[in-house]
């Protein structure tokens, strides 16, 4: 059946339209309603996205109702779930929606995606540089970027010279690794590599020390900062170590000496070429000059002062039994004897160096002059001076000797000063000779004595 529509069908609202059959046919007129609905804005979109290469991407977004994604612009089947870009390429991409608020669906919106690419970067794994050198790192990359970053990881940034440049130069104590970054296209790349240091050792001589004269000292040095075993010890001078390639050696020094401890490493063994060293002083005391006094006299049962001298700290031990000595740790202490006596004074300086002396007390009653009758001054350090041995004296006025002649050959009143059988420089014969000694006791009693002496040859 052919015929008309009344209006025709062209508005997009509800309208009643009629519809007239043609001329000769049997069909009555009929009306019917229809309803035209009007077609949807496209959803709202922000266009272009735009990704970095390998960077998570998340769903895309619209503004609208119930939409649809697709990745064409006509057909295929919409996704009611947001599609999430891939950014493993760069590139650009497409993308559509739709919505279909009513009965109705949308023209489908056109949502752009790029992804740009990072530059890439070359980098070594590590570098290995000796501690007081530097690096300077020559990354390959390509395309250019437009900025460039280097940070230090363990380190301060300040062991990078310049920072911002691609071909840095680091100069690190420790080892680090540093990290480049890179700028392209809003994109950052980035790129990391290790540097690795070798260690200057440092070591210690040990602390100064301090030997008595014919003694040794152990020298004992210490490594520390070091990155691996492969070094060498030497100890110098040489003279008067035992082991002087040793970590530790015993030093027996003839004087005062600076030594050197050196450690020494080479490329070949420890990677790097050191030499580095520390002094130790080892000061060598002189000799304790210990002395007990000369063997002398004391008067029997009176106070005698032993005179010891050449430390600061001394002992005295009496080598003669029944001996009670006032104070042993005094350079100057009292004794009283009964009989002749000897005694050993320990010695000690300062840094406790130590020495030995003897002395030998002779005992005599006194108070008085003890005269031997002959003596020998032939030079045979034996009896060679003729002195008279004053006991419980406290002052020698004169002391006078005569020849056959009576002529006054020899006089002295200095204590324990002789004679040695000489006058006017000249040898005087064998013979017979007299004396003549004058002087006063501790009592101030006067003694007079005289007596006659035989020189022999």
């Not at 052919?2 to 609202?13: F, H, K, L, Q, V």
């Not at 998570?56 to 996704?79: E, F, K, M």
């Not at 070594?124 to 990881?153: H, K, M, N, Q």
């Not at 005391?285 to 029997?300: K, L, S």
């Amino acid at each position: 059946i052919t015929g008309t529509w009344s209006p025709a069908i062209n508005n997009t609202a509800t309208t009643t339209y009629t519809f007239t059959p043609a001329n000769g046919q049997c069909a009555t007129t009929t009306i019917m309603t229809i309803t035209v609905n009007t077609i949807p804005a496209a959803p709202v979109v922000i266009s272009p996205v735009t990704y970095c290469q390998n960077v998570a991407a998340v769903p895309l977004t619209a503004t609208g109702t119930n939409l649809l994604w697709y990745t064409t612009s006509t057909g295929g089947t919409g996704s009611a779930t947001a599609l999430t870009p891939s950014t493993i390429a760069p590139g650009t991409f497409n993308y559509y929606v739709s919505q279909t608020p009513g009965s109705c669906q949308s023209p489908r919106t056109h949502i752009t995606v790029i992804v740009n690419a990072g530059a890439s970067i070359s980098l070594p794994a590590s570098a290995t540089i000796c501690e007081g050198d530097s690096v300077r790192f020559l990354p390959v990359v390509t395309p250019d970027a437009t900025t460039y970053e280097w940070t230090a990881v363990s380190v301060p940034n300040s062991t990078i010279a310049n920072r911002f440049i691609k071909n840095a130069v680091a100069g690190p104590v420790n080892s680090s690794a540093y990290i480049l970054k890179t700028t392209l296209n809003g994109c950052v790349s980035q790129a990391t590599i290790q540097v690795n240091v070798l260690w200057k050792p440092a070591v210690e001589a040990g602390p100064n020390a301090v030997v008595c004269a014919n003694d040794s000292t152990l020298l004992a040095g210490s490594i520390t900062h070091t990155s691996n075993n492969a070094f060498t010890y030497e100890w110098a001078p040489i003279t008067g170590l035992t082991t002087p390639n040793n970590l530790q050696t015993w030093a027996h020094p003839a004087n005062t000496t600076w030594y050197k401890f050196i450690v020494n490493t080479t490329v070949a063994s420890y990677g790097c070429a050191f030499s580095v060293y520390d002094s130790v002083l080892v000061k060598v005391q002189p000799p304790v000059n210990a002395f007990a006094g000369n063997d002398t006299i004391a008067m029997q049962n009176r106070p005698h002062e032993l005179m010891g001298s050449g430390g600061v700290s001394y002992l005295w031990t009496s080598l003669s039994p029944g001996v009670l000595i006032s104070d042993p740790t005094l350079g100057h202490p009292l004794v009283t004897l009964q009989n002749d006596a000897r005694f050993m004074l320990l010695v000690k300086d300062e840094a406790g160096c130590s020495a030995r002396d003897t002395v030998f007390v002779k005992v005599y009653e006194g108070p008085a002059y003890y005269v031997p009758n002959a003596f020998t001054p032939n030079g045979d350090g034996r009896n060679d001076i003729f002195r008279p041995i004053p006991v419980g004296i406290a002052q020698t006025e004169y002391f006078r000797i005569f020849n056959r002649y009576g002529e006054l050959i020899f006089e002295t009143n200095q204590y324990l000063k002789g004679w040695d059988g000489t006058y006017r420089g000249e040898r005087q014969p064998i013979g017979g000779y007299v004396w003549v000694i004058k002087g006063k006791d501790r009592n101030g009693k006067v003694i007079d004595m005289k007596g006659n002496v035989t020189l022999i040859r």
